[in-house]
Protein backbone atom coordinates (compact mmCIF):
# COMPACT_ATOMS: atom_id res chain seq x y z
CA UNK A 1 0.00 0.00 0.00
CA UNK A 2 1.32 3.39 -0.94
CA UNK A 3 3.02 5.65 1.97
CA UNK A 4 0.87 8.52 1.38
CA UNK A 5 -2.83 6.53 1.26
CA UNK A 6 -2.01 5.15 4.70
CA UNK A 7 -0.97 8.38 6.30
CA UNK A 8 -3.58 10.72 4.66
CA UNK A 9 -6.07 8.03 6.18
CA UNK A 10 -3.83 8.46 9.81
CA UNK A 11 -4.17 11.72 9.84
CA UNK A 12 -7.54 12.08 9.47
CA UNK A 13 -8.53 9.70 12.15
CA UNK A 14 -11.40 10.52 14.20
CA UNK A 15 -11.16 10.87 17.76
CA UNK A 16 -14.09 8.15 18.05
CA UNK A 17 -12.20 5.30 18.12
CA UNK A 18 -11.13 3.38 20.85
CA UNK A 19 -7.48 3.68 21.31
CA UNK A 20 -5.44 3.46 24.35
CA UNK A 21 -2.59 6.28 22.87
CA UNK A 22 -5.41 8.26 21.82
CA UNK A 23 -7.28 8.39 24.62
CA UNK A 24 -4.56 10.52 26.35
CA UNK A 25 -3.50 12.57 23.27
CA UNK A 26 -7.34 13.38 22.31
CA UNK A 27 -8.17 16.91 23.31
CA UNK A 28 -11.45 18.65 24.61
CA UNK A 29 -14.42 17.68 22.06
CA UNK A 30 -14.56 20.31 19.38
CA UNK A 31 -11.02 21.11 19.15
CA UNK A 32 -9.12 19.50 15.80
CA UNK A 33 -6.00 16.93 16.95
CA UNK A 34 -2.66 18.51 16.99
CA UNK A 35 0.01 16.28 15.39
CA UNK A 36 2.33 16.22 18.73
CA UNK A 37 6.33 14.92 17.94
CA UNK A 38 6.76 14.49 22.41
CA UNK A 39 3.57 14.04 24.10
CA UNK A 40 3.15 15.71 27.09
CA UNK A 41 4.00 13.29 29.98
CA UNK A 42 1.80 12.74 32.90
CA UNK A 43 2.68 11.29 36.36
CA UNK A 44 -0.70 8.91 36.03
CA UNK A 45 0.78 7.93 32.67
CA UNK A 46 3.98 7.13 33.81
CA UNK A 47 3.45 4.84 36.60
CA UNK A 48 0.79 2.96 34.34
CA UNK A 49 3.59 0.54 32.35
CA UNK A 50 0.59 -0.41 29.77
CA UNK A 51 0.01 3.46 29.17
CA UNK A 52 3.29 3.99 29.04
CA UNK A 53 3.26 1.32 26.44
CA UNK A 54 0.41 2.45 24.47
CA UNK A 55 1.71 6.08 24.71
CA UNK A 56 5.29 5.17 23.65
CA UNK A 57 3.41 3.50 20.23
CA UNK A 58 2.22 6.67 19.94
CA UNK A 59 5.08 9.03 19.90
CA UNK A 60 7.06 6.06 17.69
CA UNK A 61 3.82 7.23 15.49
CA UNK A 62 3.44 10.49 15.62
CA UNK A 63 7.94 10.65 15.08
CA UNK A 64 7.46 8.76 11.73
CA UNK A 65 5.00 10.89 10.61
CA UNK A 66 7.07 13.88 11.26
CA UNK A 67 10.44 12.32 9.26
CA UNK A 68 7.89 11.59 6.17
CA UNK A 69 6.22 15.48 6.42
CA UNK A 70 9.80 17.19 6.69
CA UNK A 71 10.55 15.30 3.26
CA UNK A 72 7.66 17.00 1.73
CA UNK A 73 6.00 13.64 0.86
CA UNK A 74 2.89 13.80 2.66
CA UNK A 75 -0.58 14.58 0.20
CA UNK A 76 -2.59 17.05 2.22
CA UNK A 77 -5.69 16.58 -0.15
CA UNK A 78 -8.87 16.19 1.90
CA UNK A 79 -9.98 12.65 1.65
CA UNK A 80 -14.09 11.18 1.39
CA UNK A 81 -15.98 11.52 4.37
CA UNK A 82 -15.96 7.78 4.36
CA UNK A 83 -12.56 7.52 5.61
CA UNK A 84 -12.51 9.66 8.28
CA UNK A 85 -14.15 6.82 10.98
CA UNK A 86 -12.39 3.63 10.52
CA UNK A 87 -14.97 2.15 13.22
CA UNK A 88 -17.58 2.67 10.75
CA UNK A 89 -16.14 0.65 8.12
CA UNK A 90 -17.20 -3.25 6.74
CA UNK A 91 -14.44 -5.65 6.14
CA UNK A 92 -15.37 -4.91 2.69
CA UNK A 93 -14.54 -1.18 2.93
CA UNK A 94 -11.16 -1.46 4.46
CA UNK A 95 -7.76 -1.42 3.07
CA UNK A 96 -6.32 -4.36 0.99
CA UNK A 97 -2.96 -5.49 1.57
CA UNK A 98 -1.96 -8.54 -0.19
CA UNK A 99 -4.80 -11.31 0.02
CA UNK A 100 -5.50 -9.81 3.81
CA UNK A 101 -7.60 -7.16 4.99
CA UNK A 102 -5.81 -4.90 7.08
CA UNK A 103 -7.98 -2.30 9.28
CA UNK A 104 -6.18 1.36 10.60
CA UNK A 105 -5.03 0.02 13.73
CA UNK A 106 -3.04 -2.58 12.27
CA UNK A 107 -1.84 -0.09 9.52
CA UNK A 108 -0.46 2.22 12.27
CA UNK A 109 1.24 -0.83 14.14
CA UNK A 110 2.98 -1.29 10.88
CA UNK A 111 3.66 2.18 10.40
CA UNK A 112 5.41 2.46 13.60
CA UNK A 113 7.59 -0.28 12.91
CA UNK A 114 9.10 1.15 10.23
CA UNK A 115 12.70 2.50 10.04
CA UNK A 116 13.67 6.38 8.70
CA UNK A 117 15.11 4.65 5.58
CA UNK A 118 11.91 2.82 4.75
CA UNK A 119 9.78 5.96 5.03
CA UNK A 120 11.79 7.85 3.65
CA UNK A 121 11.67 8.83 -0.64
CA UNK A 122 14.67 9.27 -2.79
CA UNK A 123 14.69 12.44 -4.71
CA UNK A 124 14.49 10.30 -8.09
CA UNK A 125 11.70 8.58 -6.85
CA UNK A 126 9.72 11.76 -6.40
CA UNK A 127 10.57 12.94 -9.65
CA UNK A 128 9.11 9.52 -11.10
CA UNK A 129 6.03 9.88 -9.08
CA UNK A 130 5.55 13.47 -10.20
CA UNK A 131 6.12 12.25 -13.15
CA UNK A 132 3.04 9.56 -13.13
CA UNK A 133 0.72 12.16 -12.14
CA UNK A 134 1.08 14.04 -14.99
CA UNK A 135 -1.51 13.81 -17.67
CA UNK A 136 1.07 13.72 -20.75
CA UNK A 137 2.21 10.75 -22.25
CA UNK A 138 5.33 10.11 -20.85
CA UNK A 139 7.19 7.63 -23.67
CA UNK A 140 9.60 9.65 -24.92
CA UNK A 141 13.48 7.98 -24.41
CA UNK A 142 17.00 10.26 -24.31
CA UNK A 143 17.46 10.22 -28.02
CA UNK A 144 14.00 11.49 -28.57
CA UNK A 145 14.12 14.13 -26.02
CA UNK A 146 17.74 14.83 -27.44
CA UNK A 147 16.21 15.41 -30.80
CA UNK A 148 13.72 18.05 -29.95
CA UNK A 149 15.72 20.11 -27.91
CA UNK A 150 18.69 20.29 -30.58
CA UNK A 151 15.61 20.47 -33.54
CA UNK A 152 14.82 23.28 -31.54
CA UNK A 153 17.68 25.06 -30.44
CA UNK A 154 20.20 24.56 -34.09
CA UNK A 155 18.20 25.25 -36.12
CA UNK A 156 18.68 29.44 -37.87
CA UNK A 157 20.43 30.25 -35.27
CA UNK A 158 24.12 28.61 -36.75
CA UNK A 159 23.43 30.09 -39.73
CA UNK A 160 24.58 33.53 -37.83
CA UNK A 161 27.18 32.24 -36.19
CA UNK A 162 29.88 33.32 -38.23
CA UNK A 163 28.25 37.24 -38.56
CA UNK A 164 28.22 37.22 -34.69
CA UNK A 165 32.07 36.37 -34.73
CA UNK A 166 32.63 39.24 -37.16
CA UNK A 167 31.41 41.66 -34.50
CA UNK A 168 32.88 40.03 -31.74
CA UNK A 169 36.38 39.00 -33.76
CA UNK A 170 38.05 35.60 -32.28
CA UNK A 171 36.90 36.21 -29.39
CA UNK A 172 33.68 34.90 -30.25
CA UNK A 173 35.03 31.24 -29.79
CA UNK A 174 34.98 32.15 -25.89
CA UNK A 175 31.61 33.17 -25.93
CA UNK A 176 29.96 29.77 -27.99
CA UNK A 177 31.54 28.12 -25.49
CA UNK A 178 30.46 30.30 -22.15
CA UNK A 179 27.05 30.68 -23.45
CA UNK A 180 26.76 26.39 -23.75
CA UNK A 181 27.58 26.40 -20.23
CA UNK A 182 25.09 28.98 -19.29
CA UNK A 183 21.94 26.91 -21.39
CA UNK A 184 23.26 23.67 -19.94
CA UNK A 185 22.63 25.45 -16.05
CA UNK A 186 19.74 27.65 -16.93
CA UNK A 187 17.74 24.26 -18.51
CA UNK A 188 18.25 22.51 -14.86
CA UNK A 189 17.43 25.48 -13.16
CA UNK A 190 14.32 25.67 -15.42
CA UNK A 191 13.15 22.01 -14.51
CA UNK A 192 13.78 22.12 -10.98
CA UNK A 193 11.58 24.98 -10.62
CA UNK A 194 8.69 22.75 -11.86
CA UNK A 195 9.71 20.20 -9.14
CA UNK A 196 10.09 22.81 -6.42
CA UNK A 197 6.57 21.56 -4.14
CA UNK A 198 7.53 17.52 -5.20
CA UNK A 199 5.68 15.13 -5.60
CA UNK A 200 3.64 18.17 -7.49
CA UNK A 201 5.17 19.29 -10.55
CA UNK A 202 4.26 22.51 -12.74
CA UNK A 203 3.89 22.78 -16.37
CA UNK A 204 5.23 25.33 -18.11
CA UNK A 205 7.18 28.71 -17.33
CA UNK A 206 4.60 31.27 -16.95
CA UNK A 207 3.18 28.59 -13.39
CA UNK A 208 6.93 28.92 -12.24
CA UNK A 209 6.99 32.61 -12.38
CA UNK A 210 3.44 32.45 -10.59
CA UNK A 211 4.99 30.46 -8.40
CA UNK A 212 7.72 32.16 -7.13
CA UNK A 213 6.57 36.48 -8.02
CA UNK A 214 2.46 35.93 -8.29
CA UNK A 215 0.57 37.42 -10.62
CA UNK A 216 2.97 39.90 -12.18
CA UNK A 217 5.50 37.19 -12.12
CA UNK A 218 3.10 34.91 -14.12
CA UNK A 219 2.24 38.11 -16.49
CA UNK A 220 5.91 38.79 -16.74
CA UNK A 221 6.92 35.31 -17.87
CA UNK A 222 4.03 35.01 -20.34
CA UNK A 223 4.89 38.08 -21.89
CA UNK A 224 8.43 37.23 -22.78
CA UNK A 225 7.70 32.88 -23.47
CA UNK A 226 4.92 34.16 -26.03
CA UNK A 227 7.63 36.83 -27.69
CA UNK A 228 9.91 34.34 -27.86
CA UNK A 229 7.54 31.22 -29.21
CA UNK A 230 5.75 33.76 -31.47
CA UNK A 231 8.40 35.86 -32.69
CA UNK A 232 10.77 32.80 -33.77
CA UNK A 233 8.09 31.21 -35.39
CA UNK A 234 7.66 35.11 -36.98
CA UNK A 235 11.76 34.44 -38.13
CA UNK A 236 11.47 31.21 -39.09
CA UNK A 237 8.44 32.01 -41.64
CA UNK A 238 10.47 35.16 -42.46
CA UNK A 239 14.01 32.87 -43.25
CA UNK A 240 12.10 30.18 -45.16
CA UNK A 241 10.33 32.89 -47.74
CA UNK A 242 13.55 34.40 -48.33
CA UNK A 243 15.41 31.35 -49.21
CA UNK A 244 12.81 30.07 -51.45
CA UNK A 245 12.56 33.26 -53.40
CA UNK A 246 15.96 32.86 -53.70
CA UNK A 247 15.44 29.54 -55.12
CA UNK A 248 12.88 29.71 -57.45
CA UNK A 249 14.14 33.49 -58.28
CA UNK A 250 17.28 32.30 -60.66
CA UNK A 251 14.76 29.39 -62.51
CA UNK A 252 12.76 32.73 -63.98
CA UNK A 253 9.62 32.55 -61.71
CA UNK A 254 8.55 36.11 -60.67
CA UNK A 255 6.82 35.19 -57.70
CA UNK A 256 7.56 37.80 -54.26
CA UNK A 257 9.03 36.69 -51.35
CA UNK A 258 5.89 37.70 -49.62
CA UNK A 259 3.62 35.10 -51.61
CA UNK A 260 6.51 32.38 -50.45
CA UNK A 261 6.28 33.19 -47.28
CA UNK A 262 2.18 33.08 -47.15
CA UNK A 263 2.81 29.43 -48.84
CA UNK A 264 5.44 28.65 -46.10
CA UNK A 265 2.33 29.37 -43.56
CA UNK A 266 0.18 27.42 -44.97
CA UNK A 267 2.56 24.41 -45.14
CA UNK A 268 3.24 25.34 -41.52
CA UNK A 269 -0.30 25.14 -40.75
CA UNK A 270 -0.81 21.25 -41.52
CA UNK A 271 1.05 19.81 -38.58
CA UNK A 272 0.44 22.31 -36.17
CA UNK A 273 -3.49 21.40 -36.82
CA UNK A 274 -2.75 17.68 -36.60
CA UNK A 275 -0.01 17.51 -33.81
CA UNK A 276 -1.72 17.46 -30.32
CA UNK A 277 1.32 16.66 -27.95
CA UNK A 278 5.02 17.06 -27.72
CA UNK A 279 6.13 13.11 -28.21
CA UNK A 280 4.43 12.99 -31.11
CA UNK A 281 6.51 15.20 -33.12
CA UNK A 282 9.65 12.77 -32.38
CA UNK A 283 9.94 12.06 -36.16
CA UNK A 284 9.85 15.43 -37.37
CA UNK A 285 12.58 16.74 -34.85
CA UNK A 286 15.08 13.85 -36.06
CA UNK A 287 14.41 14.86 -39.36
CA UNK A 288 15.19 18.67 -38.46
CA UNK A 289 18.27 17.89 -36.56
CA UNK A 290 19.75 15.95 -39.27
CA UNK A 291 18.88 18.43 -41.89
CA UNK A 292 20.71 21.21 -39.51
CA UNK A 293 23.77 18.68 -39.30
CA UNK A 294 23.81 18.42 -43.41
CA UNK A 295 23.29 21.87 -43.99
CA UNK A 296 26.20 23.37 -41.35
CA UNK A 297 28.75 20.40 -42.33
CA UNK A 298 28.25 21.82 -46.09
CA UNK A 299 28.59 25.32 -45.30
CA UNK A 300 31.28 24.55 -43.42
CA UNK A 301 33.26 22.85 -46.64
CA UNK A 302 32.00 25.96 -48.82
CA UNK A 303 33.59 28.27 -46.83
CA UNK A 304 37.03 26.41 -46.36
CA UNK A 305 37.66 25.20 -49.91
CA UNK A 306 36.09 28.90 -51.27
CA UNK A 307 36.96 31.85 -49.37
CA UNK A 308 36.89 35.32 -50.18
CA UNK A 309 40.09 35.99 -51.54
CA UNK A 310 39.44 32.43 -53.68
CA UNK A 311 36.13 34.12 -54.92
CA UNK A 312 37.23 37.56 -55.47
CA UNK A 313 41.00 37.31 -55.55
CA UNK A 314 41.33 40.97 -56.94
CA UNK A 315 39.77 42.62 -53.57
CA UNK A 316 41.45 43.23 -50.40
CA UNK A 317 41.23 40.55 -48.29
CA UNK A 318 38.67 40.97 -45.55
CA UNK A 319 39.62 42.15 -41.63
CA UNK A 320 39.69 39.48 -38.89
CA UNK A 321 40.19 40.66 -35.53
CA UNK A 322 40.63 38.63 -31.95
CA UNK A 323 38.43 41.09 -29.95
CA UNK A 324 35.80 43.96 -30.79
CA UNK A 325 34.91 45.20 -27.49
CA UNK A 326 31.97 47.76 -28.96
CA UNK A 327 30.37 44.50 -31.09
CA UNK A 328 30.52 41.99 -28.04
CA UNK A 329 27.03 42.37 -26.14
CA UNK A 330 25.34 42.55 -29.74
CA UNK A 331 26.54 39.35 -30.63
CA UNK A 332 26.44 37.96 -27.75
CA UNK A 333 22.60 38.26 -28.42
CA UNK A 334 22.70 36.66 -31.51
CA UNK A 335 25.07 33.66 -30.00
CA UNK A 336 22.13 33.63 -26.82
CA UNK A 337 19.28 32.97 -29.33
CA UNK A 338 21.44 30.06 -30.95
CA UNK A 339 21.27 28.42 -28.01
CA UNK A 340 17.51 29.13 -26.77
CA UNK A 341 14.82 26.84 -26.31
CA UNK A 342 14.06 27.41 -22.82
CA UNK A 343 10.26 27.62 -23.62
CA UNK A 344 9.94 24.20 -25.00
CA UNK A 345 11.67 22.85 -22.10
CA UNK A 346 9.39 21.55 -19.67
CA UNK A 347 7.15 19.98 -22.39
CA UNK A 348 10.05 18.07 -23.96
CA UNK A 349 10.54 17.01 -19.90
CA UNK A 350 7.43 16.31 -19.67
CA UNK A 351 7.49 13.76 -22.32
CA UNK A 352 10.38 11.95 -20.57
CA UNK A 353 9.81 8.26 -19.47
CA UNK A 354 12.61 8.88 -16.94
CA UNK A 355 12.74 12.52 -16.19
CA UNK A 356 15.76 12.40 -13.98
CA UNK A 357 17.66 12.56 -17.35
CA UNK A 358 16.84 15.90 -17.97
CA UNK A 359 19.96 17.29 -17.08
CA UNK A 360 22.14 14.49 -19.43
CA UNK A 361 19.62 15.63 -22.10
CA UNK A 362 20.04 19.11 -21.70
CA UNK A 363 23.70 19.30 -21.27
CA UNK A 364 24.25 17.13 -24.35
CA UNK A 365 22.57 19.47 -26.60
CA UNK A 366 24.44 22.36 -25.48
CA UNK A 367 27.50 20.54 -26.22
CA UNK A 368 26.24 18.71 -29.03
CA UNK A 369 25.32 22.73 -30.74
CA UNK A 370 28.67 24.39 -29.21
CA UNK A 371 30.61 22.12 -31.55
CA UNK A 372 28.69 22.39 -34.42
CA UNK A 373 28.40 26.32 -34.09
CA UNK A 374 32.30 26.48 -33.47
CA UNK A 375 32.61 24.58 -36.60
CA UNK A 376 30.66 27.04 -38.74
CA UNK A 377 31.53 30.06 -36.99
CA UNK A 378 35.70 29.24 -37.39
CA UNK A 379 34.87 28.35 -41.00
CA UNK A 380 32.73 30.83 -42.05
CA UNK A 381 34.84 33.69 -40.61
CA UNK A 382 38.26 32.38 -41.61
CA UNK A 383 36.77 32.43 -45.09
CA UNK A 384 34.34 35.69 -44.95
CA UNK A 385 36.16 37.92 -42.11
CA UNK A 386 34.63 41.01 -41.54
CA UNK A 387 32.48 40.90 -45.14
CA UNK A 388 30.55 37.54 -44.02
CA UNK A 389 26.60 37.98 -44.30
CA UNK A 390 23.80 36.55 -42.08
CA UNK A 391 22.61 34.03 -42.74
CA UNK A 392 26.05 32.42 -43.86
CA UNK A 393 24.31 30.64 -46.68
CA UNK A 394 24.46 34.27 -48.94
CA UNK A 395 28.45 34.40 -48.63
CA UNK A 396 29.52 31.07 -49.94
CA UNK A 397 29.43 30.54 -53.50
CA UNK A 398 25.78 29.85 -55.23
CA UNK A 399 25.65 26.32 -56.74
CA UNK A 400 24.39 22.81 -56.25
CA UNK A 401 26.04 22.96 -52.71
CA UNK A 402 24.35 26.33 -51.98
CA UNK A 403 20.90 25.09 -53.20
CA UNK A 404 20.88 21.93 -51.51
CA UNK A 405 21.65 24.00 -47.92
CA UNK A 406 19.13 26.26 -48.49
CA UNK A 407 16.32 23.62 -49.11
CA UNK A 408 17.68 21.34 -46.09
CA UNK A 409 17.41 24.61 -44.12
CA UNK A 410 14.32 25.76 -45.32
CA UNK A 411 12.64 21.93 -44.37
CA UNK A 412 13.72 22.17 -40.93
CA UNK A 413 12.82 25.50 -40.29
CA UNK A 414 9.35 24.45 -41.41
CA UNK A 415 9.85 21.57 -38.53
CA UNK A 416 10.61 23.26 -35.93
CA UNK A 417 7.87 26.31 -36.27
CA UNK A 418 5.34 23.42 -35.71
CA UNK A 419 7.54 22.62 -32.39
CA UNK A 420 8.02 25.74 -31.41
CA UNK A 421 4.28 27.00 -32.29
CA UNK A 422 3.33 23.65 -30.18
CA UNK A 423 4.96 24.49 -26.65
CA UNK A 424 2.74 27.79 -27.14
CA UNK A 425 -0.48 26.20 -27.69
CA UNK A 426 0.13 23.00 -24.97
CA UNK A 427 0.44 26.12 -22.52
CA UNK A 428 -2.68 27.59 -23.54
CA UNK A 429 -4.57 24.71 -23.43
CA UNK A 430 -3.63 23.73 -19.98
CA UNK A 431 -4.61 27.62 -18.98
CA UNK A 432 -8.52 26.95 -20.51
CA UNK A 433 -8.51 23.37 -20.00
CA UNK A 434 -9.27 22.08 -23.70
CA UNK A 435 -9.48 19.15 -23.17
CA UNK A 436 -12.12 16.22 -24.96
CA UNK A 437 -12.95 15.54 -20.61
CA UNK A 438 -14.32 18.67 -20.25
CA UNK A 439 -15.12 19.69 -24.82
CA UNK A 440 -15.75 15.99 -25.76
CA UNK A 441 -13.80 14.99 -28.78
CA UNK A 442 -15.44 16.58 -31.75
CA UNK A 443 -15.90 19.91 -29.58
CA UNK A 444 -12.51 19.76 -28.56
CA UNK A 445 -10.75 19.04 -31.77
CA UNK A 446 -13.26 22.23 -33.59
CA UNK A 447 -11.96 24.70 -30.77
CA UNK A 448 -8.17 23.87 -30.82
CA UNK A 449 -8.26 23.83 -34.94
CA UNK A 450 -10.15 27.06 -34.88
CA UNK A 451 -7.66 28.97 -32.12
CA UNK A 452 -4.65 27.76 -33.82
CA UNK A 453 -5.41 28.44 -37.11
CA UNK A 454 -5.96 31.93 -35.67
CA UNK A 455 -2.78 32.14 -33.67
CA UNK A 456 -1.01 30.74 -37.15
CA UNK A 457 -2.87 33.86 -39.18
CA UNK A 458 -1.77 36.20 -36.96
CA UNK A 459 1.73 35.07 -36.78
CA UNK A 460 2.05 35.41 -41.18
CA UNK A 461 0.89 39.02 -40.81
CA UNK A 462 3.09 40.47 -38.47
CA UNK A 463 5.92 38.24 -40.39
CA UNK A 464 4.71 40.38 -43.45
CA UNK A 465 4.98 43.38 -41.41
CA UNK A 466 8.48 42.81 -40.58
CA UNK A 467 10.73 41.08 -43.42
CA UNK A 468 14.11 41.74 -42.26
CA UNK A 469 15.69 38.68 -40.71
CA UNK A 470 18.81 40.14 -39.31
CA UNK A 471 17.26 43.13 -37.90
CA UNK A 472 14.11 41.10 -36.30
CA UNK A 473 16.06 38.40 -34.97
CA UNK A 474 18.95 40.69 -33.22
CA UNK A 475 15.30 42.02 -31.67
CA UNK A 476 13.49 38.74 -30.88
CA UNK A 477 16.78 37.66 -29.42
CA UNK A 478 17.74 40.29 -27.21
CA UNK A 479 14.51 40.74 -25.70
CA UNK A 480 12.55 37.30 -25.26
CA UNK A 481 15.65 35.10 -25.60
CA UNK A 482 17.67 36.27 -23.36
CA UNK A 483 15.68 36.63 -20.72
CA UNK A 484 14.25 33.19 -20.62
CA UNK A 485 17.68 32.00 -21.17
CA UNK A 486 19.94 33.77 -18.68
CA UNK A 487 17.50 35.78 -16.34
CA UNK A 488 14.35 34.48 -15.64
CA UNK A 489 15.67 30.90 -14.59
CA UNK A 490 18.02 32.20 -12.37
CA UNK A 491 15.89 34.56 -10.36
CA UNK A 492 12.83 32.46 -10.14
CA UNK A 493 14.99 29.63 -8.91
CA UNK A 494 16.87 31.67 -5.92
CA UNK A 495 12.98 33.39 -5.02
CA UNK A 496 11.64 29.82 -4.69
CA UNK A 497 14.20 27.90 -3.10
CA UNK A 498 16.07 30.72 -1.30
CA UNK A 499 19.84 32.12 -1.54
CA UNK A 500 20.83 29.79 0.88
CA UNK A 501 20.40 26.16 -1.29
CA UNK A 502 23.16 27.30 -4.00
CA UNK A 503 27.19 27.23 -2.43
CA UNK A 504 29.32 30.47 -2.51
CA UNK A 505 30.70 29.61 -5.60
CA UNK A 506 27.51 28.68 -7.76
CA UNK A 507 26.10 32.47 -6.36
CA UNK A 508 29.13 34.24 -7.98
CA UNK A 509 28.19 32.03 -11.04
CA UNK A 510 24.38 32.90 -10.91
CA UNK A 511 26.38 36.66 -10.57
CA UNK A 512 28.00 36.60 -13.62
CA UNK A 513 25.24 34.76 -15.85
CA UNK A 514 22.61 37.65 -14.67
CA UNK A 515 25.22 40.61 -15.36
CA UNK A 516 25.75 38.94 -18.69
CA UNK A 517 22.36 38.43 -19.49
CA UNK A 518 20.89 41.78 -18.44
CA UNK A 519 23.92 43.59 -20.62
CA UNK A 520 22.97 41.60 -23.67
CA UNK A 521 19.56 42.81 -23.62
CA UNK A 522 19.83 46.14 -22.91
CA UNK A 523 21.97 46.71 -25.40
CA UNK A 524 21.01 44.03 -27.68
CA UNK A 525 17.80 45.89 -28.17
CA UNK A 526 19.06 49.29 -28.73
CA UNK A 527 20.93 48.24 -31.34
CA UNK A 528 18.72 45.90 -33.17
CA UNK A 529 15.45 48.83 -33.10
CA UNK A 530 17.99 50.91 -35.03
CA UNK A 531 19.27 48.76 -37.23
CA UNK A 532 14.84 47.82 -38.03
CA UNK A 533 14.29 51.60 -38.03
CA UNK A 534 17.14 52.44 -40.76
CA UNK A 535 16.29 49.39 -42.75
CA UNK A 536 12.58 50.13 -42.79
CA UNK A 537 13.22 53.71 -43.86
CA UNK A 538 15.35 52.27 -46.76
Known amino acids: MPVTTLLRRVLNRSNTEPNLADAYLTPPVGQTPALELIPEQS??????????????????????????????????????PDFSDSSSMDDEDKMPM???????????????????????????????????????????????????VVCIIIGTGCLQIPYAFSKT????????????????????????????????????????????FGRWGQWATQFFNYLYSLGTTCLYIILSGQFIYQLVSTLGV???????????????????????EMSEAAIMA???????????????????????????????????????????????????????GSVVYPHVEASMKKPKQWPNV????????????????????WAYGDLVVSPVLDSIPTGAAATASKILI???????????????YLEVEKMWNITPERLGKKREFTVRLVYRSVVVGVVCAISLA?????????????????????????????????????????????VVVLVIGVVASIWGSVDAIKSLIRDTKG
Not at 51 to 61: I, K, S, V
Not at 179 to 202: M, N
Not at 300 to 325: C, K, L, Q, R, W
Not at 470 to 484: N, R
Open 43 to 80: PSIADDASHADALGAAQNRNNALAVIASRGVIDEAPLP
Open 98 to 148: GEELVDEKDAVEDLTNLDEDQIGQPQDQALEQAAAQDRLPRNAGFMRSFSN
Open 169 to 212: GWVGIIIVVLSAFIGGYTGVLTIRCLYYRSPERLHSFPQIGYAA
Open 254 to 276: NVTQKVWMILVTIIIWIPVAILK
Open 286 to 340: IFGLLASVVVIIVASVMSITNPYTTMFPAEAEPAHDIAIGIGIPVALSSIVFSYS
Open 362 to 381: VYSAMGFCAVCYLLIGVAGY
Open 410 to 424: TLHVMIAAPIMLLSF
Open 466 to 510: IPYFSDFLGLISSIACVTMYAILPIICYLKLYGHRVAPWYEKIWM
